[in-house]
């Protein structure tokens, strides 16, 4: 997962591009869902903890030769030819 303040949150901005680690899900009582969304306390690799916006936090895929396939099945994407399809 990376870290990303799309330029808006200055205390972090130097963040951007981080690797980050979900801790948990925030509850109802920590933020107002309503209003702004699911937030999430994170952990960057320094070891420094904050809380995010959901839209923040990007998933990543690390790089697959050409043929080969992603472990995690459940967000598993086939890279042969070039097409980027879920595999099931």
């Known amino acids: 997962m990376v870290f990303d303040t799309h330029g808006l949150d200055t205390s972090l901005n130097a963040r951007t ?9 925030l509850t109802s ?3 107002d869902i309503e209003d702004v969304g699911r937030m999430y306390r994170i952990k ?8 995010a916006f ?3 936090l990007i998933l990543t895929y690390a ?25 099931r």
């Open 17 to 25: 591009g981080q690797n980050v680690t979900i801790i948990r899900e």
């Open 63 to 87: 790089y697959k030769p050409k043929g080969e396939r992603y472990a995690d099945r459940r967000t598993e994407k086939s890279m042969v030819n070039g097409s980027n399809q879920t595999v």
């Open 54 to 56: 959901e839209d923040e």
């Open 29 to 31: 009582k920590e933020c």
């Open 44 to 51: 960057f690799d320094d070891g420094y903890e904050t809380d």
